[in-house]
T-cell receptor
Framework: DAGVTQSPTHLIKTRGQQVTLRCSPI?????VSWYQQVLGQGPQFIFQ???????GRGNFPDRFSARQFPNYSSELNVNALLLGDSALYLC?????????????FGPGTRLTVT | AQTVTQSQPEMSVQEAETVTLSCTYD???????LFWYKQPPSRQMILVIR??????QNATENRFSVNFQKAAKSFSLKISDSQLGDAAMYFC???????????????FGGGTRVLVKP
């Protein structure tokens, strides 16, 4: 089975622009989570979606939004980009309900804001 | 809110030797899960090992083992017989067991870079 896939791999945007990142979970996984990883730091939780509903939200401004589609894929949108939004954005999928809630991560999208 | 701290920014180990990575966490919860993830230079995060807080027995996965000290809120990772492929960033992570409230949220530490010398 294919792992978690993310697109695009790299992205360069200008301050003030908007960006959409995409994630396809592992087949059979109904939960998708998004993390932001600034260079040199650990990932920070942004959102979790399960069955198209938001299940968790991290400490990020309203410029960040996400949604999950009927096929369980997900999009992360960031509006009014700031230089500080430059980071690796990771998507992780899981089968909610397992005892460990193990999450499988995608390769990430590297966003650079200039 | 829970926090996870990794106090060693970088650790170096000779091939075939053993290295131990430290992790401490702060929580008021009694039931939770702890994880170690590996992030090689190619970026994809891979689960190395996991531990349930209610289990006293330390988890082991091949050359990887943990020392879980619940009272001390400590969760260290030992890599035995280090190999060149072990070179990566290692992240300690916490997840609440209160599934409905906390969902699947992982709280990560800042990471430890492991260098393996041939």
């Amino acid at each position: 089975d294919a792992g978690v896939t993310q697109s695009p791999t790299h992205l360069i945007k200008t301050r003030g622009q908007q960006v959409t990142l995409r994630c396809s979970p592992i087949s059979g996984h109904k939960s998708v989570s998004w993390y932001q990883q600034v260079l040199g730091q650990g990932p920070q939780f942004i959102f979790q979606y399960y069955e198209k509903e938001e299940r968790g939200r991290g400490n990020f401004p309203d410029r960040f939004s996400a949604r999950q589609f009927p096929n369980y894929s997900s999009e992360l949108n960031v509006n009014a980009l700031l230089l500080g939004d430059s980071a690796l954005y990771l998507c992780a999928s899981s089968r909610l309900g397992t005892s460990f809630g193990e999450q499988y991560f995608g390769p990430g999208t590297r966003l650079t804001v200039t | 809110a829970q926090t996870v701290t990794q106090s060693q920014p970088e650790m170096s180990v000779q091939e075939a030797e053993t290295v131990t990575l430290s992790c401490t966490y702060d929580t008021s919860e009694s039931d939770y899960y702890l994880f170690w993830y590996k992030q090689p230079p190619s970026r994809q995060m891979i689960l190395v090992i996991r531990q349930e807080a209610y289990k006293q027995q330390n988890a082991t996965e091949n050359r990887f083992s943990v020392n879980f000290q619940k009272a001390a809120k400590s969760f260290s990772l030992k890599i035995s017989d280090s190999q060149l492929g072990d070179a990566a960033m290692y992240f300690c992570a916490y997840r609440s067991a209160v599934t409905k409230a906390a969902g699947n949220k992982l709280t990560f530490g800042g990471g430890t870079r492991v260098l393996v010398k041939p």
